[in-house]
Structures are given as structure tokens and as C-alpha cells.
């Protein structure tokens, strides 16, 4: 599969602070999924990028593909309570196409 | 609710023990998806299925493990003689094909969390 590196793997900010996380890949990916957990749920959903140097928002939530579609970012404004999970990007396998490979993920703690 | 579900949440086992976890898709979803999660990692990908067929599966997927999803609708992922090694959270899938470059959105469940004792 297409392995997906995920940092900082922790990250513990104030309130009102901005946030980033940071997906890299060995290998061109085709497209790239990004997942948010809350303490004790389930993935769901955030965005999918599938062009090179494409960039979505969401509100206060950035998401960047990077021109070589190696590596992608997602950048919070703002942060608010609401915010505190887990952030995985997640790509593709090699050979299927469907099932995901995902990263490690990146644990955001925001204090009031 | 319409999401995915899975049944039971929580199973607690004696190592070498059998267990069967189940999963109900989104209804019109034709691809559904295995995957384990363990503390402080991201979900691993066990297995997929595309309508009945079990299309593929991963190298972690070993010969104590097996999947079904016999009319295409529900599934059940199967665990015979348990370890210790396989307690973590199983999470379902499911997803209904878009085609073109991109992969198919997938909508998750809250997961059944093993124990093995």
C-alpha cells in the first residue's frame, strides 16, 4: 500500500491558536482522504483532495495537496474545544483503489 | 439512525476462544470494508468486499480470520482461537462506488472492541 507518515503525532495548543498536521508519502499518491476521531468514537469524514496543488476549506480547516501529490497538510485557524480528536490523512492502496491506508494520525488537545 | 452499525460493541474473551462481530452497511452502499484499530494508531485495513465478493485482503488478515458477506447486505468478521495479540477495535465500513479518480467516500461505525483475556 501506499504508506502515509502523519507528524507530529501529538499536539497541544491554547485555545484561539492555530494548528497544522503534516501527511508525507515515498510515492506519488492519487488521492488523499483526511478522517477526524473524537476521544472514543469512530472516523468520519473530513475531505478528500485528488488534485495536484489543490486546496479546500472548511470553515476554519484548510487542506492542502502538494504539487507532486506526495504530501499534505491540514491547517486549523483558530482552534476552538470543539476541534480536540485525532486527524488522519489516509490514501489509497496500490492495488485495489478503495481500501485505505492510513496514517498514524496526529492528537490535538485544546485547552480553553 | 442510517449509518453504519455494528453489533456487539464490546466483546470480552478467553484466549482461544471463538468471536463473530457483525456489521450492517448503509443500505444502497455496495463496497464494505474490515479494518483494526489499536491504541495510538491508525485504523489498519483488514479486508474489503464489493458486493458478495471479497475482493481483497490484507497480509494481517491471517488464516484464524475469516469474512462474509454472504447477499451483499450485512457481513460478519469471524476470529477463531484468539490471542491476545487480537484485541483491539474492529471498525466497519461502507461506501457506494463513484468512479472516476477519485476513492470512495467511507462511512465508518462505531466499531466492536475486543478483549482478549
Known amino acids: 500500500g501506499q504508506q502515509v507518515m502523519q507528524i507530529p503525532q501529538y499536539q497541544h495548543v491554547q485555545e484561539g491558536e492555530d494548528f497544522t498536521t503534516y501527511c508525507n508519502s515515498s510515492t506519488t499518491l492519487s488521492n488523499i482522504q483526511w478522517y477526524k476521531q473524537r476521544p472514543g468514537g469512530h472516523p468520519v469524514f473530513l475531505i478528500q483532495l485528488v488534485k495536484s496543488g489543490e486546496v479546500k476549506k472548511q470553515k476554519r480547516l484548510t487542506f492542502q495537496f502538494g504539487e507532486a501529490k506526495k504530501n499534505s497538510s491540514l491547517h486549523i485557524t483558530a482552534t476552538q474545544t470543539t476541534d480536540v480528536g485525532t486527524y488522519f490523512c489516509a490514501a489509497p492502496f496500490l492495488r485495489s483503489g478503495y481500501a485505505l491506508n492510513f496514517g498514524k494520525g496526529t492528537s490535538l488537545l485544546v485547552t480553553p | 439512525d442510517t449509518g453504519v452499525s455494528q453489533d456487539p460493541r464490546h466483546k470480552i474473551t478467553k484466549r482461544g476462544q471463538n468471536v463473530t462481530f457483525r456489521c450492517d452497511p448503509i443500505s444502497e452502499h455496495n463496497r464494505l470494508y474490515w479494518y483494526r484499530q489499536t491504541l495510538g494508531q491508525g485504523p489498519e485495513f483488514l479486508t474489503y468486499?464489493?458486493?458478495?465478493?471479497?475482493?481483497?485482503k490484507s497480509r494481517l488478515l491471517s488464516d484464524r480470520f475469516s469474512a462474509e458477506r454472504p447477499k451483499g447486505s450485512f457481513s460478519t468478521l469471524e476470529i477463531q482461537r484468539t490471542e491476545q495479540g487480537d484485541s483491539a477495535m474492529y471498525l466497519c465500513?461502507?461506501?457506494?462506488?463513484?468512479?472516476?479518480?477519485?476513492?470512495?467516500?467511507?462511512?465508518f461505525g462505531p466499531g466492536t472492541r475486543l478483549t482478549v483475556l
Open positions: 468486499f464489493q458486493n458478495e465478493a471479497q475482493l481483497e
Open positions: 465500513a461502507s461506501s457506494l462506488t463513484s468512479g472516476g479518480t477519485s476513492t470512495d467516500t467511507q462511512y
